[in-house]
């Protein structure tokens, strides 16, 4: 059975940093898309950044240049290095392994706030 498990989420002021981490315990780990998304209760779930098997990666306008997504394939990990942050990125942030049919892992909260 498939298990995405992210971690690094927390309080952090108004432009601080953080590093999210999403680790899938699957087989083949470079083979699969990998995407971070957050929701906010109320609002529609956002993509924020993805990033494909050969490392191509993608940003939503609210976070570009602010974020930058990795992954690291001997890890069966995904980063998000996420800086410059701002009280609106307050959110549950959600890992996807595999697109749109693929595996979630139950979210880590990021709060930003003074």
């Known amino acids: 059975q498939v298990q995405v498990v992210e971690s690094g989420g927390g309080l952090v002021q108004p432009g601080g940093s953080l590093r999210l981490s999403c680790t899938a315990s699957?087989?083949?780990?470079?083979?699969?898309?990998l995407d971070w998304y957050r929701h906010v209760p109320g609002k529609q779930r956002e993509l924020v950044a993805g990033?494909?098997?050969?490392?191509?990666?993608y940003y939503s306008d609210s976070v570009t240049g602010r974020f930058t997504i990795s992954r690291d394939n001997t890890k069966n990990t995904v980063f998000l290095q996420m800086s410059k942050l701002k009280p609106e990125d307050t959110a549950v942030y959600y890992c996807r392994l595999g697109g749109q049919d693929g595996y979630w892992g139950q979210g880590t909260q990021v709060t930003v706030s003074s």
């Open positions: 990033i494909t098997p050969s490392s191509d990666s």
């Open positions: 699957v087989f083949r780990f470079n083979i699969y898309r």
